[in-house]
């Protein structure tokens, strides 16, 4: 079921709402990017999501194909959400699930979570280990 969720960095200069279902399943990503952010996404239709404030507080971040944006804080460095159009979901905004602040820990909790290996561009298949990701 979709509710609006709201969202912010750390500082609160960037500030956000999407629709989300938070019952859909959320990705947990092993490229090299993603494992370094400890990444926890969950994707939504760009249409589903507002940026509210603090557009000129954002930097934007890119590498190896240059496909999808990586949003963050120029402030305070907390990555927020990336815009991408892949193949596999056509375009999206990837939600930092860990930047909502309306959900509840009992509702982060239920999340489920998909593990999908980026790192070797195997996206529907999950990596052999996890538990670090």
């Not at 930097?59 to 460095?77: I, Q």
Request: charged share 25%.
């Amino acid at each position: 079921m979709k509710k609006t969720c709201h969202g912010s960095c750390h500082c609160g200069a960037v500030r956000f709402a999407a629709e989300i279902d938070l019952a859909a399943p959320s990705l947990r990503c092993n490229c090299s990017y993603c494992l370094k952010i400890r990444c926890w996404a969950s994707q939504v239709p760009p249409t589903a999501f507002r940026l509210l404030a603090g557009e000129a507080d954002l930097s934007e971040y890119r590498f190896g194909a240059g496909r999808e944006r990586h949003y963050f804080c120029r402030h305070c460095g907390v990555r927020l959400f990336g815009r991408g159009d892949s193949a596999r979901s056509g375009p999206f905004v990837g939600i930092g699930v860990n930047c909502l602040d309306d959900a509840s820990a009992a509702e982060l909790a239920r999340v489920p979570v998909t593990f999908v290996d980026g790192l070797h561009d195997e996206w529907n298949v999950p990596p052999q280990e996890t538990r670090h990701l």
